[in-house]
């Protein structure tokens, strides 16, 4: 399991990616480009391949174009019970 500053830092990431991409125009947005940029690097660094949170998946893409490097999706009932992603969704 993630230590608990690690789930803090990949949830702060991921709420802070998606209130950006919400009011961002995406690729010519430096600070949208930042926050993804710490994102993939967070799951990168941490020992899982993607988390969940908020019913969706986060999935780094290192073959991804800028603005494009984080891959998000609904996330499905498989990926919730696999030990390489983490769920960062309260039970």
């Known amino acids: 399991m993630a230590k608990p500053t690690d789930r803090t ?6 709420d802070a990616y998606n209130r950006i991409e919400e009011k961002s125009l995406g690729m010519g947005d ?3 480009h930042e926050i993804e940029d710490q994102l993939f690097d967070a799951i990168v660094d941490s ?3 993607a988390v969940i949170k908020n019913g969706n998946i986060y999935i780094p ?4 174009l800028p603005g494009e490097i984080i891959i998000v999706e609904p996330a499905e009932p498989e990926d919730v019970d696999v030990r390489t992603v983490l769920t960062l969704d309260k039970d």
Do not use: A, K, T, W
């Not at 893409?61 to 991804?64: C, L, R, S, V």
């Open 61 to 64: 893409d290192p073959n991804g």
């Open 47 to 49: 020992r899982y391949r």
């Open 9 to 14: 830092m990949l949830s702060r990431l991921v």
């Open 30 to 32: 430096p600070e949208f």
